[in-house]
């Protein structure tokens, strides 16, 4: 255990957290009783806590921290930025430095004629963005009723009004009156626990071509565009099946539907390219992007557009922007982590040393009784926790499982997420060798602890 910060005791920090600080996405009171977790400092791909635990966050953060923690690069590049110019808008006719130097940097790593950048300081802000750009688009170009938007349910696209309706989870939807209208949802590519008796490669194809099914009854004519993750995140990192994407790119052709990317999770190196659109085959017309971007140093995102769509929406008035759409210490951190990502070569790291060497131990977690599928692409993966090997069916009631695997993971100093019964990780990508050996070595024995508490708990079937 290595020296404890300087600061309150754990359980005042508790009390005072539980009293003013309401936390996303959680039950808020639970959590006063429990007591939260209070992370202090970073370094590399370890956390340390307010007791002096050691973590391995094999989240990168909340999927972002690509290149690891505790860079001093992206520290004084902020601190230079903020004596010289901490903050102009890029409204009314000005711009600034790094703004420029950033968004000629990402479009010039962008694939095709993506050479344009909306900038805003999220992942859900720049969907916002989207969902009113590609309106305005159709209706500049004189097709007005084109305004609904095709996503697909349990896909996660952020959680502002806008963004969340595009977004397809339900427990989402249930609270605060969305969706908003004219969002459309099809089906996922979820083979594992959707497929029944299909193939994976039939059933990717069926699933792509929900989507022809909706533009046809939903009229050509009234569809702008379709958004989805190149591969799913947030909802348990589901890789589609290789038909999928093809089959999806040739809709979008056909039925000139503009594509949308959202590459929030999946871009800069994440899946062994820099776009997950790359590893994918797909062309978008426009791409989503945040955390990586920054690898969260600081709140940014964007989105990027073609030359085209450019050229429609700036022959008129835009009427959409951020206070920090652009703000130039966000931009200058980013452009750093753009350095360090190229100079480093972090992206080819993931690609061809860690991505591969990982892929074969996670893929080899798929023995272990409890784990009935384990898939990988660079560096996010996900296994499917099942009650019995032999059967893809799920566990009676879902989540205790991968909550109880949750637990143990942090029981051994290893973040790892659930997605009710799917584990997550998404580690930082520059993570060596050594450090996988770590990682799996900890979740296996996460495994093995979980396992041996189901069982306890008769939660397993037996054939
Ligand atoms: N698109 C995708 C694909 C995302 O994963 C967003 C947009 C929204 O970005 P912002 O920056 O507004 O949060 C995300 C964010 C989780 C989790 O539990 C995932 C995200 C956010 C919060 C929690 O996996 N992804």
């Known amino acids: 255990m290595s020296a404890i910060t300087n600061h309150l005791p754990t359980a005042e920090l508790q ?23 209070i992370i202090t400092r970073a370094s590399g791909i370890y956390l340390t806590d307010s007791e002096g635990n050691e973590i391995l966050d094999a989240m990168a953060g909340l999927w972002c921290v690509n290149i690891g923690y505790g860079r001093d690069e992206l520290a004084e590049v902020a601190a230079r930025q903020m ?26 790593l962008a694939p095709g004629d993506l050479n344009h950048v909306f900038f805003a300081g999220s992942g859900s802000e720049a969907n916002d963005t989207n969902i009113r750009m590609v309106r305005h688009y159709w209706s500049e170009k004189g097709k007005p009723t084109k305004s609904i938007i095709i996503s697909r349910n349990n896909a996660y696209h952020g959680s502002s009004v806008g963004s969340g309706s595009l977004g397809g989870m339900s427990a989402m939807h249930a609270q605060g009156g969305l969706p908003i209208p004219d969002i459309h949802h099809i089906e996922q590519p979820y083979w594992w626990a959707e497929g029944g008796d299909m193939d994976p490669e039939e059933f990717g194809l069926q699933r792509a071509q929900e989507l022809e099914k909706a533009i046809l009854e939903l009229g050509e004519d009234r569809v702008a565009a ?36 959202d590459e929030v999770i999946c871009g800069f190196g994440r899946t062994g390219n820099w776009f997950g659109s790359e590893t994918m085959g797909i062309r978008p017309d426009i791409m989503t992007i945040a955390k990586g971007l920054s690898s969260g140093y600081a709140p940014i995102g964007g989105s990027i557009v073609s030359d085209e769509i450019a050229a429609v929406i700036g022959a008129s008035e835009f ?11 966000a931009a200058a951190v980013a452009l750093e982590n753009l350095r360090i990502l190229e100079e480093e070569g972090v992206v080819a790291h993931v690609r061809d040393v860690a991505g591969p060497y990982l892929k074969e131990k996670w893929e080899a977690l798929g023995d272990h009784p409890l784990v009935g599928e384990a898939r990988i692409v660079g560096m996010m993966g996900s296994i499917a926790l099942v009650p019995n090997k032999n059967s893809r069916a799920p566990f009676a009631e879902a989540g205790t499982a991968g909550f109880v695997c949750r637990e143990r993971c942090f029981a051994n100093n290893l973040v790892m997420r659930h997605v009710g019964d799917r584990m997550i990780i998404s580690p930082p990508l520059v993570i060596t060798i050594e450090e996988i050996d770590v990682m799996i070595a900890r979740a296996r024995k996460a495994l093995d602890e979980c396992y041996a508490e189901l069982q306890k708990r008769n939660l397993l079937s037996v054939d």
Not at 15 to 37: I, S, W
Not at 85 to 105: C, G, Q, R, S
């Open 83 to 108: 004596r010289e110019l901490p903050y102009y808008n890029t409204f009314f006719m000005t711009t600034h430095v790094p703004v420029i130097a950033l968004a000629k940097k990402i479009a010039e």
């Open 15 to 37: 009390a005072l957290d539980a009293a003013h600080h309401m936390h996303p996405f959680t039950t808020n009171d639970e959590l006063a009783e429990k007591g939260v977790r």
């Open 226 to 261: 379709f958004i989805a993750e190149p591969v799913q995140g947030a909802g348990g990192v589901i890789i589609p099946p290789a038909s999928y994407w093809p089959e999806i790119q040739r809709i979008c052709d056909k039925y000139e539907i503009l594509l949308i990317a």
């Open 319 to 329: 009427n959409h922007g951020y206070t920090y759409s652009g703000h130039p210490v």
